[in-house]
């Protein structure tokens, strides 16, 4: 069974920082572009950070560019997303997705992160 497995959530004051992790279970994710997503409540969920297979291509979205990065262990099996200059804005829950060719088809429980005025 797969399963992605996030933590490092938490509550933060804005400024601050927090590291998130997603660990797959059930298959190697090794050769597949991963990505976090976040939804915060009465919004859409919307992709922050994806990175490829190997790690050489990322992608982040203007609100967040410059202050989240993401990046992978494929040995572990892990993804990561470091988080600095948190704003209240960035509350929501967090998400770890795999894709399998252009699709997220596997995802994460998520992981609550709220940050604080």
């Known amino acids: 069974q797969v399963q992605l497995v996030e933590s490092g959530g938490g509550l933060v004051q804005a400024g601050g920082s927090l590291r998130l992790s997603c660990a797959a279970s059930?298959?190697?994710?090794?050769?597949?572009?991963m990505g976090w997503f976040r939804q915060a409540p009465g919004k859409e969920r919307i992709r922050v950070a994806t990175i490829t297979w190997s790690g050489g291509s990322t992608y982040y979205p203007d609100s967040v560019k410059g202050r989240f990065a993401i990046s992978r262990d494929n040995a572990k099996n892990t993804i990561y997303l470091q988080m600095n200059g948190l704003k209240p804005e960035d509350t929501a829950i967090y998400y770890c997705?795999?894709?399998?060719?252009?699709?997220?088809?596997?995802w994460g429980q998520g992981t609550q992160v709220t940050v604080s005025s």
């Open positions: 059930g298959r190697t994710f090794s050769r597949n572009t």
């Open positions: 997705a795999a894709a399998l060719g252009d699709i997220y088809r596997y």
